[in-house]
Nanobody
Framework: QVQLVESGGGLVQSGGSLRLSCAAS????????GGWFRQAPGKEREFVAAITWSGSSTDYANSVKGRFTISRDNAKNTVYLQMNSLKPEDTGVYTC????????????????????WGQGTQVTVSS
């Protein structure tokens, strides 16, 4: 069984920074695309960022481009999301996910493409 566990969420003032981590444990899932999604109260879950297995390709939602950076350390089975210049509209539950569908070689933005999910971590940005 594969487990994804997020950490690093919390309460921060507008303009502040947080670094989220997503650690995988359990059965090895092989080469995978790592993704971050978020869901604000009353809204649907939305794509935030994704990174290929090699780390050579990344993509971001337009709303976070230039402020968020996704990275990974495969030796530690961990994917990170560095969030800078946070805004109140970034508030939500952030969940990491992993997809093995394409062997980790292509960016995936649809939640339906991801097979493994964490429980989520709350990020609250105060104005």
């Amino acid at each position: 069984q594969v487990q994804l566990v997020e950490s690093g969420g919390g309460l921060v003032q507008s303009g502040g920074s947080l670094r989220l981590s997503c650690a995988a444990s359990g059965r090895t899932i092989g080469r995978s695309v790592g993704g971050w999604f978020r869901q604000a109260p009353g809204k649907e879950r939305e794509f935030v960022a994704a990174i290929t297995w090699s780390g050579s390709s990344t993509d971001y939602a337009n709303s976070v481009k230039g402020r968020f950076t996704i990275s990974r350390d495969n030796a530690k089975n961990t994917v990170y999301l560095q969030m800078n210049s946070l805004k109140p509209e970034d508030t939500g539950v952030y969940t990491c996910a992993a997809a093995t569908l394409v062997g980790g070689t292509r960016i995936l933005k649809s939640p339906d493409s991801y097979h493994y999910w964490g429980q989520g971590t709350q990020v609250t940005v105060s104005s």
